[in-house]
């Protein structure tokens, strides 16, 4: 049986929750982070240059083969890009989680460096390792072949090549979210199936694929739409090539003579194809669960591959020469001479490019310092609000979880060239003058970051199930702290039994106590209920000295103990408060 409490008088003082002032002020922000440049956007779709609505905009997107074919080639570069990311990426992932290959560490360290390589920067790496004549592949291949001067084993200027330089640089969102799903998955899942005489083929497909199939989803989620709304990649790869995508399209909108309410109108099917692959996800899930109930387990168990390290170390560092050792190799390079098909040797090498940005050129010192003042801080707001969000949106806390989730991942769908567009016509007029300052360049970035924080935080908090911090807040709730203090010195006036049989216990471990308590019959004081409030602590010190309990100790009553309360049992509060036993001074 479980022991039922008097509800205590409510207290006159209540503590202020602070909880509903700050998600006010986090919807006021993220609308005019996200929802203000969108609204310029929208207007200037459906007006012409005269301020006038017009529908015109959209019928010649959808009537000119200008525009259709672009859109088209975009779509099939990013699909093509999503699914290269997750075939490389989940075995890449796989061998790094999960099993004993050598110098995992040195690769994840190898994946971080891709990740925050800039795709632009990589596309000019590749241009200088692939490109059909000046590249330094092809003349490797020249000259190892002895083969003539136009012929080429790469081309970097196709719909292929792109294809292949965006996917470099998008398959760590992947390999992050599927090797952190990895990581979490505990290792008595599989030694259950195991026991239970599943084959690893059926502990792969029934316990650790639907743990990692939110992870995967979402991690080809956000390839896909990166590789959809890239401008720098395409704009250095295909426009030599004299091909365009949506982006690149866009771009030319705005240069002599500009035409913005065209450019606006190309982004808003972006947006569309955002919202139909968000709510594709959902339909995909389902409404089954993939969240590990329970603390954190022991660490997962390696696969042995025995003879297959090595190899597996090979194709692994075969995988990360792409985005990384290659392309840097090649910049390194580049940087030591004067031209960049000239080969490097002694006579050719030269500091003379670095002296000239780093000492001759006087910008170098102020873009430096603005770029990293950016960097910190955008990352710093970007991680915090990205927190903040997937949380919100994840437990579902508040209503209308799902606005902020799409306004969350938004900004993913909207090419950095039409989003600058947005934030200047947003903040270049009262009452926000930004243009000109970095605080409009900080705005842009967050916004910008902000769909991939909040989709590898989102994995992240919907594999931790609610019912771990439902237990952590039985008395650690903010606006719960007179109640807890009051129940304190409730327990302790009245000397309180702690009985408690197996369905008590069932439910201490429900209520995630996890404590199996025996009856107790000795006093309670305040060292045994671990009181954390040091008001409530003093009064019962002070108590306990002035009027000692002469009483003889007394059964409860029954009566008492069928009496329903609206309270916790004694012996999962005793065990909750006693998790958390202060350390004070006798």
Known sequence: MSLALDQPRASARRRFDLSMPLLAALGLFLCALVLLPLLWLAWYSITDAKGALTAGNFIKLASDPSFVSPFLTALAIALSVAIASCVVATPLAWLVSRTDMPQRQTIRAFVTASFVTPPFLGAIAWEILAAPNSGMLNQWYRTLFDLDPDEHLFDIYTVEGVTFAIACYAFPYVFVLVANALDRIPADLEDASAILGGSRTATLRRVVLPLVLPALLAGALVAFLQSLTLFGTPAI??????????????????????????????????????????????????????????????????????????????????????????????????????????????????????????????????????????????????????????????????????????????????????????????????????????????????????????????????????????????????????????????????????????????????????????????????????????????HLRRRARRQPSARPRQAWPAAQLRRPQPFFSTSALYSALTLRRARMPS
């Open 237 to 538: 790869l295909a426009l030599p090539a004299g091909f365009h995508v949506i982006t690149t399209k866009i771009w030319s909108l705005f240069q002599y003579p500009p035409n913005p309410h065209l450019a606006a109108a190309a982004a808003l099917p972006l947006l569309l194809v955002t919202i139909m692959l968000l709510r594709g996800r959902q339909w995909l899930l389902g409404r089954r669960s993939y969240a590990v109930i329970g603390g954190k387990s022991g660490a997962p168990r390696l696969v042995a591959l025995g003879a297959w390290r090595w190899p597996a170390l090979a194709l692994a560092l075969a995988i990360i020469a792409m985005p990384v050792l290659l392309p840097y190799a090649a910049l390194l390079k580049t940087a030591m001479v004067r031209t960049a098909s000239e080969p490097l040797t002694w006579e050719s090498l030269t500091l003379h490019n670095i002296h000239f940005v780093f000492v001759e050129f006087s910008q170098t010192r102020l873009a430096l310092r603005n770029t990293f003042l950016l960097g910190l801080l955008a990352a710093t707001a970007g991680t915090l609000l990205a927190l903040v969000v997937s949380y919100l949106t994840t437990r579902r806390l508040v209503v209308g979880h799902q606005a902020l989730g799409f306004l969350a991942t938004a900004p993913m769908a909207i090419p950095g060239i039409v989003l600058g567009v947005g934030l200047f016509l947003s903040y270049s007029r009262p009452p926000f003058v930004l243009y000109g300052t970095l605080w409009i360049l900080l705005i842009a970035f967050i916004t910008i970051e902000l769909p991939a924080g909040y989709q590898q935080l989102q994995a992240a908090i919907g594999g931790l199930h609610p019912e771990l911090e439902e237990a952590s807040r039985i008395y650690r709730a903010p606006a719960a702290h007179q109640r807890r203090r009051d129940l304190v010195l409730h327990l302790h006036r009245r000397h309180p039994r702690a009985v408690c049989n197996d369905h008590a216990n069932d439910r201490s471990d429900q209520a995630g106590v996890g404590h199996h308590l025996r009856p107790q019959r000795k006093r309670r004081s305040w060292r045994d209920l671990g009181a954390r409030d040091y008001a409530a602590a003093h």
